[in-house]
């Protein structure tokens, strides 16, 4: 090759390896992407339904504290902390469950983005392999 000749045989081999080990690779890169693309997506609705419960939460705060300033007797305020409290624990628990399910979906989706990666990337060489 330094004398100016054709490179080779065995030398266009070797640099054939590296072509064909990114063609064995790319179906998993390929199912990685797209598990990644699943798991980000849900965890973003998880993310947003956390905080579209919170900023919830935090008005019903301040009205809480705007209610208490304005009683005018004791009973007025043990009925404002009643009450108050009563809705967080709906709100709270209600919010657990929904969460809960959200994840539960998140990981669903990505078990079975996966398991899909998986089978596509173990048949993808028994393709190549018939092919040729």
Known sequence: MLDGSAPQAGAQNVLAIPAMVLGMWSPWLIGAAKLSAHIQQGFGTVASEWQNFVGRRVKEDIAFVQRITQSRTPGEVWVAHAQFW?????????EY????RLAAGVTNKAVSAAQCAVKDASEEPLRSLKAA
Request: charge should be negative; charged fraction near 30%.
């Open 97 to 100: 469950l929904l969460i809960g």
């Open 86 to 94: 009563e809705q967080a624990i709906e709100d709270y628990g209600r």
